[in-house]
């Protein structure tokens, strides 16, 4: 099936950004919904923002809103997370994923280490 790759992670300080991106390898996932995910040390993986196949419906975590934008390039199959502002808090790995038929994320890529100090 399809996999998706993570890329652009690193090591920020405090009000830095970081463009996150998703390339998918296999097929196309412009008939998907594209979300991202993070998962910070010790916290269960939590909703980040999504978007869907067109110029649609794009939905963010409140965490969030205001300093992250997603994204999708669908010719080059690749999702984006444009991350500004960043805090400490939102270090974590930061996961991409398409939503499924049954209504789940999967297909999940490896993770991209995000790591904001203070």
């Known amino acids: 099936q399809v996999q998706l790759v993570e890329s652009g992670g690193g090591l920020v300080q405090t009000g830095g950004s970081l463009r996150l991106s998703c390339a998918a390898f296999?097929?196309?996932?412009?008939?998907?919904?594209m979300g991202w995910f993070r998962q910070g040390p010790g916290k269960e993986r939590e909703f980040v923002a999504s978007?869907?196949?067109?110029?649609?419906?794009?939905y963010y975590a409140a965490s969030v809103k205001g300093r992250f934008t997603i994204s999708r390039d669908n010719a080059k199959n690749t999702l984006y997370l444009q991350m500004n502002s960043l805090k400490p808090e939102d270090t974590a790995v930061y996961y991409c994923?398409?939503?499924?038929?049954?209504?789940?994320?999967?297909?999940w890529g490896q993770g991209t280490q995000v790591t904001v100090s203070s």
């Open positions: 978007m869907s196949t067109g110029a649609g419906v794009i």
């Open positions: 994923a398409e939503r499924l038929n049954g209504g789940d994320y999967g297909n």
């Open positions: 296999g097929r196309a996932f412009r008939y998907y919904r």
